[in-house]
């Protein structure tokens, strides 16, 4: 049996400049954090006693003779592209839901495939597994999604991840500072669930659409990403810049897509900046789940009974990418 624990990512900057219709011709740059909230997939092989070879437990339960037969897009995707072929046991739990906006889904990816991976006698690199989920999810299932979300929940820790066309599509930088600047952003932060959003395929495939007329608004952002870098590495520069910084990009974001916001969306951040938040963002493709504010720690309980009736969750930055903690050499064979 195999545990895979993989974490979900924030991501502050840059994002919308990591698909690959953007990032082939003009480049892409996130600055993005993992944390301390997980997706755990459960991997073994199935015993010979059962009438179905493939059983894969989600918030359904499916039970297949043939991996062609299996609903789960990512599961059954992942099985072909490493030719599993043994019956199979997969169970996935996770600390969040889905839909919620923090790559839930490349997450899950990226977990699944390590476990077989793991299961096949294999240690893939972090590098692998990034760019195995990135080939899974936009050639084999073809979902409109970019490559940040897989690269950071393979990878983990807080990094500016770099994207071209080039022969070496990514490149992860991991942010040095120092312990007290690292903790101080930490306890600037501010992580409420807003609800489930629409579809992040459906989200992502209206930006797309829209990448030749946003060009001006998709530079910008990229930028963005060294303007928040010198904030970040300058120890002498007031943190409330960085704030201040995600207060504009999400003015930008909320224009790339009619789909990213809505009035109810709108009006909680409006709640949250009243009560002291310097800048946020709603994370993800947008529509619904998480909110991020950044803001003075004396202003965090202000905040939290502005955002009445929306669940907050504390969460901290974490810096190993996806793990096996758990191998048993020990399982039955027959």
Excluded at 5 to 23: A, C, H, K, N
Excluded at 48 to 58: G, H, N, S, T
Excluded at 117 to 134: E, S, V
């Amino acid at each position: 049996m195999i545990i895979c624990r993989t974490p979900f990512r924030i991501s502050f900057f840059g994002g919308g400049t990591d698909y690959p219709v953007w990032y082939r011709k003009h480049g892409g740059s996130v600055l993005s954090t993992s944390i301390d909230k997980y997706c755990f997939i459960t991997c073994r092989r199935m015993p010979p006693f059962f009438d179905y070879r493939y059983r894969i437990r989600y918030f359904r339960d499916e039970r297949v003779s043939r991996i062609d037969e299996i609903q789960h897009a990512s599961v059954r995707e992942c099985c072909r592209y490493l030719d599993v072929d043994e019956g199979i046991e997969i169970v996935h739990n996770a600390d969040l839901p889905a839909r919620s906006g923090l790559g839930s889904s490349s997450t899950f990816t990226v977990g699944l495939l390590h476990a077989l991976h793991t299961l096949k006698q294999a240690i893939p690199t972090k590098r692998q597994l990034a760019l195995q989920a990135i080939h899974v999810e936009q050639e084999m299932i073809g979902e409109n999604v970019g490559s940040q979300d897989q690269t950071a929940a393979a990878f983990g820790g807080f990094n500016r991840i770099d994207f071209s066309g080039g022969k070496q599509p990514i490149v992860v930088s991991p942010i040095v500072m120092s312990s007290k600047r690292f903790e101080e952003l930490q306890r600037h932060m501010m992580l409420f669930f807003t609800g489930f959003s629409r579809n992040a395929s459906d989200i992502a495939g209206e930006q797309i659409k829209n990448t030749r007329q946003n060009k001006i608004d998709l530079t910008t952002m990229h930028t963005l990403v060294d303007e928040a870098l010198k904030i970040l590495l300058d120890s002498g520069t007031d943190l409330m810049e960085f704030g201040r910084l995600l207060h504009e990009q999400w003015r930008i974001k909320r224009t790339i897509s009619t789909l990213i916001t809505n009035s109810e969306i709108d009006a909680i951040y409006e709640r949250g900046r009243q009560a002291g938040g310097i800048g946020g963002k709603l994370l993800g493709a947008g529509g619904g789940g998480f909110m991020l504010f950044f803001a003075k720690p004396e202003d965090h309980q202000r905040i939290k009974e502005a955002m009445s009736g929306l669940l907050h969750v504390p969460f901290k930055f974490e810096d190993l990418g996806s793990q096996i903690i758990y191998y048993s050499r020990h399982d039955q064979q027959f």
